[in-house]
């Protein structure tokens, strides 16, 4: 008797994996290259004139000492959860995150991967990355830093099996986000259905562009309730991830700006992250 359900290639399943263990990788700046020579940089940079960070206004709040914990599906199967704290220090706002697959895509391709973000909170640019990551067989540590004097980010990539040490330049404006941190940003806005915003992203490689336009308000449903939403879809508009596919968000639509739904779509399918429960600690 032949089984009904085709199951997918592990080819695929590794994609959703990397994607669950970046959040919002399909417009990461990924470091796959060797990066640019320093007389170089300043040339290489291809994003419009008119992607820039706004700065927060007086009256946003960073919502610190809050985590969100969010649960990963593809295709009907449990991809794996992610868990997003804001956290702050003497050096900035930081937005921790934590990704993790399970299920069977854990079995096919596991992912266990640890963000650590630094944001300046007076210009909302960021300062630094941290990432640890695991999936597959790769274990690596990266550090991330933006140097704005000098107008590029500097990336040191050590993998953890080998010992390999990998160096990298890119050329930055004089502000960029992170993807991480870019979902703070991007809630900070005034978001009304309509509107636009472009701003540059970097997360160590290639500097990209990304445009997130207000598609409107509907109400969502989560397990951790039903939220009045803003609908946010995000594309990459420039750099090496432009025409590769669209990032959706649903924020609460009041004060708070919370990310109460994400969904990814990609040329291998859609993963969706829903809002499990929010916890906040003092």
């Given amino acids: 008797m032949r089984c009904p359900i085709s199951l ?104 266990h991967d640890q963000f650590r973000t630094t944001i300046n909170p007076r210009t909302f640019c960021s300062l630094a990355v941290s990432k640890q990551t695991q999936e597959g067989s790769r274990r690596r540590q990266t550090e991330v830093h933006f140097d704005y004097a000098h107008g590029k980010s500097l990336l040191q990539e050590k993998d953890l099996k080998t010992g390999a040490v990998k160096h990298m330049e890119h050329p930055i404006p004089h502000c960029v986000t992170d993807v991480m941190s870019g979902f703070y940003y991007v809630g900070s806005l005034p978001l009304s259905p309509g509107q636009s915003f472009v701003f540059p992203v970097n997360d160590g490689g290639p500097t990209g562009e990304i445009t997130a336009t207000v598609e409107g308000r509907e109400p969502v449903k989560t397990p951790a309730g039903v939220f009045p939403a803003v609908r946010v879809r995000a594309i990459a508009s420039a750099g090496p991830m432009k ?40």
Avoid at 243 to 249: D, F, H, T
Avoid at 256 to 282: E, M
């Fill in 8 to 111: 997918p290639r592990s080819s695929t399943l590794a994609a959703v994996a990397l994607v669950l263990g970046t959040v919002a990788g399909a417009f990461g700046g990924s470091p796959r290259n060797h990066g640019t020579p320093a007389s170089d940089l300043k040339g290489a940079l291809e994003i419009s004139p008119a992607a820039r960070i706004l700065p927060p206004s007086d009256g946003y709040r960073f919502p610190a000492h809050q985590t969100y914990f969010f649960n990963a599906d593809w295709h009907l199967l449990n991809a794996g959860t992610a868990r997003v704290t804001m956290e702050s220090s003497s050096d900035g706002q930081h937005a921790v995150v934590t990704a993790d697959t399970s299920g069977f895509v854990n079995l096919m391709f596991a992912v």
């Fill in 243 to 282: 025409n590769k596919g669209s990032i959706w968000v649903w924020y609460s639509d009041d004060g708070q700006r919370i990310p109460v739904q994400l969904k990814a779509k990609v040329k291998w399918g859609t993963l969706n992250f829903r809002l499990a429960r929010v916890v906040r600690s003092n």
